[in-house]
């Protein structure tokens, strides 16, 4: 079936450095990936997305790569700031069905130490 | 604009007891979803519905049931709550089925 694997599943870093997570998806059809944040006590977020057709998207210290031969995608934070500690979601948009639904990971959650 | 509510924020039921989550939309989006969240697991989409009137089966659908009778409103029912139910539950919506927005959640406990 569909599933979407993400690593690592916690992440510490100082403040400054950056944060890279990683995600693989099993569909070679899937052809939209968008990356969530999810504060404490607060609903998921989009921060950023990229389609199958784009290898790289960035948006000012965020930026999202995605490898479609491996099946992967990664989001990259740099210069890390104590407001981005929070727990990412990636996901991958499912093809059963038709494509209709996404497919999340389990999450990383980032801590960023001043 | 409101974007999703959802309604109530939180909710103690005993075993056995029934009840509904209300989830609303002022986007006009075709797609609507209801996802539980447990600590470790991710989003795991419950059902969803691609327009008024459809609903169709998610991950977990089990225990669950729900209606879509108006476009901004999208329901799940809960008939006969269990332990394993206890979960916090988000509702999205989407054009589309790509980018999803999400409600606050409804955290829910059941005894």
């Known amino acids: 079936g569909e599933n979407v694997e993400q690593h690592p599943s916690t992440l510490s870093v100082q403040e400054g450095d950056s944060a890279v997570i990683k995600c693989t998806y099993s569909?070679?059809?899937?052809?939209?990936f968008p990356w969530y944040k999810q504060e404490l006590g607060k609903r998921p977020q989009l921060i950023i997305d990229i389609r199958s057709n784009v290898g790289e998207k960035k948006d000012q210290r965020i930026a999202v790569t995605l490898n479609k031969t491996a099946k992967h995608f990664s989001l990259h934070i740099t210069e890390t700031q104590p407001e981005d500690s929070a727990v990412y979601f990636c996901a991958a948009r499912g093809t059963s069905g038709g494509y209709n639904k996404l497919i999340f990971g389990a999450g990383t959650r980032l801590a960023v130490h001043p | 604009n409101a974007g999703v509510t959802q309604t109530p924020k939180f909710r103690v039921l005993k075993t056995g007891q029934s009840m509904t989550l209300l989830c609303a939309q002022d986007?006009?989006?075709?797609?609507m979803y209801w996802y539980r969240q447990d600590p470790g697991m991710g989003l795991r989409l419950i059902h969803y519905s691609v327009g008024e009137g459809t609903t169709a089966k998610g991950e977990v659908p089990d225990g669950y049931n729900v209606s879509r009778l108006k476009k901004q409103n999208f329901l799940l029912g809960l008939e006969s709550a269990a332990p394993s139910q206890t979960s916090v539950y988000f509702c999205a919506s989407s054009e589309g089925g790509r980018m999803q927005f999400f409600g606050p959640g409804t955290r829910l406990t059941v005894l």
């Open positions: 986007m006009n989006h075709e797609y």
């Open positions: 569909d070679s059809a899937s052809n939209y």
